[in-house]
Antibody, heavy 116, light 113 residues
Framework: QVQLVQSGAEVKKPGASVKVSCKASGYTFTGYYMHWVRQAPGQGLEWMGWINPNSGGANYAQKFQGRVTMTRDTSTSTAYMELRRLSSDDTAVYYC?????????WGQGTLVTVSS | DIVMTQSPDSLAVSLGERATINCKSSQSVFYSSNNKNYLAWYQQKPGQPPKLLLYWASTRESGVPDRFSGSGSGTDFTLTISSLQAEDVAVYYCQQYYNTPWDFGGGTKVEIK
């Protein structure tokens, strides 16, 4: 069965970087784009971008351009999302999600807390 | 960017009654070459990731009860829960996947009256 398992919660200081991983199993990793979506406490869903695991090409929401990098390791079927220059506004649950028609499988989420 | 606007922000419906959620896109998400609307609906319960309910605006994901239905085309869409059950209490989001960014609507919270 399809599973996306994300890395554990992180606590970071303002200005630091965070790298969240998303390990895929149960399907051909290179066959589906992987998206990253975040959700601040009590707020809605915010799309951050996607990566094509086959080519490594990525497309980022303009809001995160220059601050986010999405990568993948096809040997381990793992996608990564790195966000730099963190501020308190980046405190959120970060999700990876596989896309087919819409995003059909989601990781469990990774809470990133930014606090001094 | 395509802006997705949902209404209402919240609604309270009695058990067994109908719940209707609206979603409007700032431009059409209908692709004429394949006659499909690039619109999905999700359900999110507290502490859980979103769950895909419908794609192509009206196609139910496998395992989704048939009390959930979607309609609309172009820029105006509706999610209907025909007979609300206790387990349907959640926040519902629409999302367009016509082009990037794949933005979501602001969400609609459904509660029991």
């Amino acid at each position: 069965q399809v599973q996306l398992v994300q890395s554990g919660a992180e606590v970071k200081k303002p200005g630091a970087s965070v790298k969240v991983s998303c390990k895929a199993s149960g399907y051909t990793f290179t066959g589906y784009y992987m998206h990253w979506v975040r959700q601040a406490p009590g707020q809605g869903l915010e799309w951050m971008g996607w990566i094509n695991p086959n080519s490594g090409g990525a497309n980022y929401a303009q809001k995160f351009q220059g601050r986010v990098t999405m990568t993948r390791d096809t040997s381990t079927s793992t996608a990564y999302m790195e966000l730099r220059r963190l501020s308190s506004d980046d405190t959120a649950v970060y999700y990876c999600a596989r896309s087919d028609t819409g995003t059909d499988y989601w990781g469990q989420g990774t809470l990133v807390t930014v606090s001094s | 960017d395509i802006v997705m606007t949902q209404s209402p922000d919240s609604l309270a419906v009695s058990l067994g009654e109908r719940a209707t959620i609206n979603c409007k896109s700032s431009q059409s998400v209908f692709y004429s070459s394949n006659n499909k609307n690039y619109l999905a609906w999700y359900q999110q319960k507290p502490g859980q990731p979103p769950k895909l309910l419908l794609y192509w605006a009206s196609t139910r994901e496998s395992g989704v009860p048939d009390r959930f239905s979607g309609s609309g085309s172009g820029t105006d869409f509706t999610l209907t829960i025909s007979s609300l059950q206790a387990e349907d209490v959640a926040v519902y989001y629409c999302q367009q996947y016509y082009n990037t960014p794949w933005d979501f609507g602001g969400g609609t919270k459904v509660e029991i009256k």
